[in-house]
Nanobody, 119 residues
């Protein structure tokens, strides 16, 4: 059993900052990648940022230069530092982890955390 627990969402004014955290726990043998996605009602979930276990990163174009993804491999935790937030960043943000556990390879998701940016 693997769980992803997110924290750090909330309400912020445009131009402000938030830091999201996501900790994976449970029967984990190896994590190969963790990432953040976001989703609005009626829309597909989209990648915001991804980091692999060799520190390769990938970002959605609209967040490059404003968001930074990082990880603590010892804690199986991923962070998303979000600066210069814009109202269009408002969404539910989901953490994901691609990992090898006792049941094999799989992708796991967190419960989602709301980020609201007011203008």
């Amino acid at each position: 059993q693997v769980q992803l627990v997110e924290s750090g969402g909330g309400l912020v004014q445009a131009g402000g900052s938030l830091r999201l955290s996501c900790a994976a726990s449970g029967s984990i043998i190896r994590v190969t990648a963790m990432g953040w996605y976001r989703q609005s009602p009626g829309k597909q979930r989209e990648l915001v940022a991804l980091i692999t276990n060799d520190d390769y990163t990938n970002y959605k174009d609209s967040v490059k230069g404003r968001f930074t993804i990082s990880r603590d491999s010892a804690k199986n935790t991923v962070y998303l530092q979000m600066n210069s937030l814009k109202p269009e960043d408002t969404d539910v943000y989901y953490c994901s982890a691609h990992l090898f556990g006792t049941t094999g390879w799989d992708v796991y998701w967190g419960q989602g955390t709301q980020v609201t940016v007011s203008s």
